[in-house]
């Protein structure tokens, strides 16, 4: 018997307890998307979690889902090609990931929101803040770019001694998936191998491996088409001191493109996945970044 299936059981349950359930929202014919979210109507402000490569949203953001629920309308959507997500479009570029989630969000009736983007998620939370404004009203950035030009991509593959960052973010064997906690963690557990590979084939993570493929290839343009957008929103960057895919360097550079809408700051032993391996100090901080969020909006 898998041990996460079991606890997946379990952790679907305490979402329902705390008033939250998954809804599949077809925006076009052949394109649907999960989202977990509020079973009612509610006033509370929306608050949205982007997961990033690894898991779907509810198993990536579990321990952010429990500690904002009560205070904030808390929606956590599966990318397209994770957990319930999917589209028979070509599309695979993170515009068309930003849609799709715009898209369902506004069918569920968030007309206004926060979101909160990781890795991954946070190009595609970017790439919302960029493409609908009236939607997104401010924006919390974990371990993430706004694109990933080939200066930024070859310089991770070189900085990590990795072959390709599909081989590398997508690992198919338990001892892949083992050297990728390795680098994402900044203390990371020895864990025994069958828990690697329950983690690969219930936690999802060889599901729709060649489309997550063309997603990466997506990601890659050249140093010269990117240009930085004119956001809007506030956008507040909060890392891990020791991220090793996107170092504080790359936070500080990102933070002065952005300019004076940016604001900046890491938790101390964390990695990339800072969100799950010091969950509370990252719900501490994100709780008085939301707090200055909104006192920033009554001041406006």
């Not at 998307?33 to 509610?42: E, I, Q, R, S």
């Not at 020895?190 to 290839?217: H, N, S, T, V």
């Amino acid at each position: 018997m898998s041990l996460l299936k079991i606890y997946r059981f379990f952790l679907y349950g305490l979402l329902k307890l705390v008033g939250l359930c998954p809804r599949k929202i077809e925006i076009e014919p052949g394109t649907v998307v999960n989202v977990w979210g509020p079973t009612g109507a509610t006033k509370k402000p929306a608050l949205v979690f982007i997961h990033g490569l690894g898991f779907d949203g509810v198993l990536t953001w579990q321990f952010q889902v429990f500690a904002f629920v009560k205070d904030y309308a808390v929606y956590v959507p599966d990318l397209v090609f994770f957990g319930g997500s999917v589209t028979d479009k070509a599309g695979r570029s993170a515009a068309f990931q930003a849609e799709c989630m715009a898209r369902a969000l506004r069918e569920l009736g968030v007309e206004r929101c926060t979101v909160v983007g990781l890795s991954y998620g946070g190009m595609v939370s970017f790439k919302m803040a960029e493409m609908y404004p009236e939607l997104v009203e401010s924006m919390v950035v974990s371990g993430s770019v706004m694109a990933v030009t080939e200066s930024v991509g070859n310089g991770g593959i070189d900085r990590l001694g990795i072959s390709s960052w599909g081989d590398f973010l997508l690992p198919v064997t338990a001892e892949g998936l083992e050297s990728v906690v390795q680098v994402t963690s900044y203390n990371p557990s020895k864990l025994p191998k069958f828990i690697y590979k329950d983690l690969l084939i219930q936690g999802g993570m060889l599901d729709y491996r060649k489309e997550r493929l063309e997603l990466l290839d997506a990601l890659l343009i050249s140093d010269n088409e990117f240009t930085v957008p004119c956001y809007q929103q506030r956008i507040h960057l909060l890392w891990g001191e020791h991220d090793k895919l996107f170092d504080l360097d790359t936070a500080r550079y990102i933070k002065q493109q952005i300019g004076e809408k940016a604001s900046l700051e890491w938790i101390e032993k964390a990695g990339h996945d800072v969100y799950m391996e010091r969950p509370f100090e990252f719900n501490t901080r994100l709780k008085m970044i939301l707090a200055s969020f909104s006192s920033h909006r009554k001041d406006a």
